[in-house]
T-cell receptor, first 111, second 115 residues
Framework: GEDVEQSLFLSVREGDSSVINCTYT??????LYWYKQEPGAGLQLLTY?????DMKQDQRLTVLLNKKDKHLSLRIADTQTGDSAIYFC???????????FGQGTTLQVKP | GAVVSQHPSRVICKSGTSVKIECRSL??????MFWYRQFPKQSLMLMAT?????????EQGVEKDKFLINHASLTLSTLTVTSAHPEDSSFYIC???????????FGAGTRLSVL
């Protein structure tokens, strides 16, 4: 079945770059997304990438997509303490019309 | 981006009561909305797909008589947790796709605590 996997935890120092990785299994995925969730809040869309793209950059965020390996990454440049949150990778399943979420990666940013 | 409003943000109720949660798309129309449940430190679990003007589609294992969904207009879906029990305590989040877009926008969530 469709599955999305992420590492559970990442700790970085303020000012460093963070890289959060994600793998997925559904080859029919057309869109892949990164969402951010702060404690007690809903999900905030950070960025998304269409499956025919390799890279997308938006200010401090860079998304890389390796469709052959079904690997997606989110790089946050100059990570700040305000970036501390849970980051969810999600794929849009062309088979079901639903979003499939990873387990979420908790990003801890140390001053 | 599009805005999805969810209300209430937090509710505490006694066991056996019913609780209604509203999800509104403020600046777009949504023929389809989604309801998720999230347990602490876990990912989102899709409960059901809410379809405007028709019955909701529930995921396997979700009791449709327990979690009533009504999508009466293009901007409003409601989730009613009937006869709530402590095990229903959770964080419930709704989302919606603006028509013609492939981006799902989320509400801020509702924290339900059943005593």
């Amino acid at each position: 079945g469709e599955d999305v996997e992420q590492s559970l935890f990442l700790s970085v120092r303020e000012g460093d770059s963070s890289v959060i990785n994600c793998t997925y299994t559904d080859s029919s995925s057309t869109y892949l997304y990164w969402y951010k969730q702060e404690p007690g809040a809903g999900l905030q869309l950070l960025t998304y990438i269409f499956s025919n793209m390799d890279m997308k950059q938006d200010q401090r965020l860079t998304v890389l997509l390796n469709k052959k390996d079904k690997h997606l990454s989110l790089r946050i440049a100059d990570t700040q303490t305000g970036d501390s949150a849970i980051y969810f990778c999600a794929e849009y399943s062309g088979n079901t019309g639903k979003l499939i979420f990873g387990q979420g990666t908790t990003l801890q940013v140390k001053p | 981006g599009a805005v999805v409003s969810q209300h209430p943000s937090r509710v505490i109720c006694k066991s056996g009561t019913s609780v209604k949660i509203e999800c509104r798309s403020l600046d777009f129309q949504a023929t389809t909305m989604f309801w998720y449940r999230q347990f602490p430190k876990q990912s989102l679990m899709l409960m059901a797909t809410s379809n405007e003007g028709s019955k909701a589609t529930y995921e396997q294992g979700v009791e449709k008589d327990k979690f009533l969904i009504n999508h009466a207009s293009l901007t409003l879906s409601t989730l009613t947790v009937t006869s709530a029990h402590p095990e229903d305590s959770s964080f419930y989040i709704c989302s919606a796709f603006p028509t013609g877009q492939n981006i799902q926008y989320f509400g801020a969530g509702t924290r339900l605590s059943v005593l």
